[in-house]
């Protein structure tokens, strides 16, 4: 089954999205909600391709390379640091006042002309953007590498290591702390249903039609609310073979193209040969914003939320 990578389907689909309106987190006040550290103390954090990455001092000037590290470090309270973000950055709305740096190829020369003290990379371009990286490296400039995921758990982790790196630790704290009981909410929520829904999720339209399997976030989504992918037994980001949606007979179907494919819905009610599919019958086609169930960031809580409602609205639609 041919497959594609997570990172290449977000830059795919952020491409064509707008700016979404967002509020930053007020900065604290002086002294408030910040760690002491001692003077001769640097700041130590082991990235995802296992180098410790060490600071002297709190990062000023930090450079993002994907729209999910920007979304967290807004949410630390961190906006006024961030000095760059690529061409993809559309959230929160201030993201897109930033200079832009390129997108997956990545401006070497415009990075270092910012003067940053921390470039926050991502693993799943840490390979084909080596050089570009060792360049910045050579410079002087700290990079750190952020674990590519698809466990919500681990963007805890992801978080927390943002957090220490910036000496935003109980910022983090705080915000994987609600996250974590959001999301408890919801689960207990679901607990509620007594009949699991069959839910199949395309997160590309024809002709190359996408959907997502078992280790992917949308699926962990799906088994938080007490849903099942109709096309769990198939692994990540899949190209879907038409019979197979058609024999699962999902009794609900999630498009997350639809912010810039207003026809979306209309494009599944009228496939070819899907009219028989119980979700078509029934008209229980909706659509969720991509961002919210692709970003590695505090927005996945809004993503689960956005499903939930889709799949149980009884339930969850309040």
Same mark, same amino acid.
């Given at each position: 089954?041919?497959?594609?990578?997570?990172?290449?389907?977000?830059?795919? &689909?952020?491409?064509?999205? /707008?700016?979404?309106?967002?509020?930053?987190?007020?900065?604290?006040?002086?002294?408030?909600?910040?760690?002491?550290?001692?003077?001769?103390?640097?700041?130590?954090?082991?990235?995802?391709?296992?180098?410790?990455?060490?600071? @002297?001092?709190? $990062?000023?000037?930090?450079?993002?390379?994907?729209?999910?590290?920007?979304?967290?470090?807004?949410?630390?309270?961190?906006?006024? #640091?961030?000095?760059?973000?690529?061409?993809?950055?559309?959230?929160?709305? #201030?993201?897109?006042?930033?200079?832009?740096?390129?997108?997956?190829?990545?401006?070497?020369?415009?990075?270092?002309?910012?003067? $940053? @003290?921390?470039?926050?990379?991502?693993?799943? !371009?840490?390979?084909?953007?080596?050089?570009?990286?060792?360049?910045?490296?050579?410079?002087?400039?700290?990079?750190?590498?952020?674990?590519?995921?698809?466990?919500?758990?681990?963007?805890? !982790?992801?978080?927390?290591?943002?957090?220490? &790196?910036?000496?935003?630790?109980?910022?983090?704290?705080?915000?994987?702390?609600?996250?974590?009981?959001?999301?408890?909410? &919801?689960?207990?929520?679901?607990?509620?249903?007594?009949?699991?829904?069959?839910?199949?999720?395309?997160?590309?339209?024809?002709?190359?039609?996408? /959907? +997502?399997?078992?280790? +992917?976030?949308?699926?962990?989504? &799906?088994?938080?609310?007490?849903?099942?992918?109709?096309?769990?037994?198939?692994?990540?980001?899949?190209?879907?073979?038409?019979?197979?949606?058609?024999?699962?007979? $999902? @009794?609900?179907?999630? +498009?997350?193209?639809?912010?810039?494919?207003?026809?979306?819905?209309?494009?599944?009610?009228?496939?070819?040969?899907?009219?028989?599919?119980?979700?078509?019958?029934?008209?229980?086609?909706?659509?969720?914003?991509?961002?919210?169930?692709?970003? +590695?960031?505090?927005?996945?809580?809004?993503?689960?939320?956005?499903?939930?409602?889709?799949?149980? $609205?009884?339930?969850?639609?309040?």
């Amino acid at each position: 089954m041919k497959k594609i990578s997570s990172l290449l389907i977000i830059f795919m &689909l952020a491409v064509v999205f /707008s700016a979404a309106c967002g509020n930053e987190p007020g900065k604290q006040n002086a002294g408030e909600g910040t760690e002491e550290r001692a003077v001769d103390e640097s700041i130590k954090v082991k990235d995802a391709l296992g180098d410790e990455v060490s600071l @002297d001092s709190e $990062p000023e000037r930090i450079i993002s390379l994907i729209p999910s590290n920007t979304e967290i470090l807004f949410e630390l309270g961190l906006g006024e #640091e961030v000095a760059g973000v690529t061409d993809f950055d559309n959230y929160p709305e #201030e993201a897109a006042s930033k200079e832009k740096i390129g997108g997956m190829e990545f401006n070497v020369e415009k990075i270092i002309s910012l003067n $940053p @003290d921390l470039v926050l990379a991502h693993e799943s !371009t840490a390979v084909s953007a080596n050089e570009g990286l060792d360049q910045l490296r050579d410079s002087g400039i700290n990079v750190f590498v952020i674990r590519d995921t698809q466990k919500i758990n681990e963007v805890y !982790t992801i978080i927390e290591n943002i957090g220490k &790196l910036t000496v935003k630790t109980k910022e983090a704290d705080q915000l994987v702390s609600s996250m974590k009981n959001d999301l408890h909410e &919801l689960k207990t929520k679901a607990e509620k249903i007594g009949q699991k829904k069959n839910v199949y999720v395309e997160v590309a339209p024809a002709p190359d039609i996408y /959907s +997502t399997g078992n280790n +992917t976030f949308i699926n962990e989504m &799906l088994e938080l609310i007490n849903a099942e992918n109709a096309l769990k037994d198939q692994e990540g980001w899949i190209a879907v073979n038409q019979e197979e949606v058609i024999a699962a007979n $999902p @009794d609900v179907i999630i +498009t997350t193209y639809g912010y810039y494919n207003d026809k979306s819905k209309e494009q599944v009610m009228n496939r070819a040969g899907w009219e028989e599919i119980n979700a078509v019958k029934n008209e229980q086609v909706y659509d969720v914003h991509s961002e919210l169930v692709t970003r +590695t960031g505090p927005r996945l809580v809004e993503g689960v939320e956005e499903i939930a409602k889709s799949v149980y $609205p009884e339930i969850f639609a309040e």
